[in-house]
């Protein structure tokens, strides 16, 4: 089972590295799956390795937050980055054709419910990958770090 596992995260790695490879050619704009929905690249550190990583993901507006949720897919478990994110807060983001540092945090209560309610009614497929989860799935708020 091991291996199984091992290929299905190895594959999903290629994966993503052709959608990050395909953002950044393109100046942020995708097609596949992805074509038409708003997608950044977050880059975090490793929480163990300490090593970069990047992850496509799909993510709304919310004033000047950027909104991103830890669906992962349906898992039982968390993402990786959401868990880098908890040990490491700042990130990179990269939107279109800007890049830039943001601070990452989970957010709580009534503005949790407000940002999922906000995000269902145009995603309703999240309720399926929470229901799949069966597990509340994180919606983290990333804040751009203002350069003084």
Do not use: C
């Not at 897919?73 to 939107?95: D, F, I, M, R």
Request: hydrophobic share 40%; aromatic share 6%; glycine share 10%.
């Amino acid at each position: 089972m091991a291996v199984e596992r091992d290929e299905s995260v190895s594959e999903r790695l290629q994966q993503n590295q052709l959608v990050i490879d395909e953002f950044r050619s393109a100046g942020g704009v995708v097609g596949g799956k992805f074509e038409g929905a708003p997608l950044l690249l977050l880059t975090t550190t490793g929480a163990r390795s300490g090593q970069p990583r990047t992850t496509p993901m799909a993510y709304f507006r919310d004033g000047k937050q950027l909104v991103v949720f830890a669906a992962n897919g349906g898992s039982k478990s968390n993402p990786g980055w959401y868990h880098n994110l908890l040990t490491n807060p700042v990130a990179q983001v990269e939107v279109g054709t800007e890049a830039y540092q943001v601070t990452g945090a989970e957010t709580e209560s009534a503005e949790r419910e407000r940002l999922w309610a906000q995000r269902l009614a145009a995603a309703p497929r999240l309720a399926v990958l929470q229901k799949q989860a069966g597990r509340p799935i994180p919606v983290v708020a990333l804040t751009r770090v203002d350069a003084s």
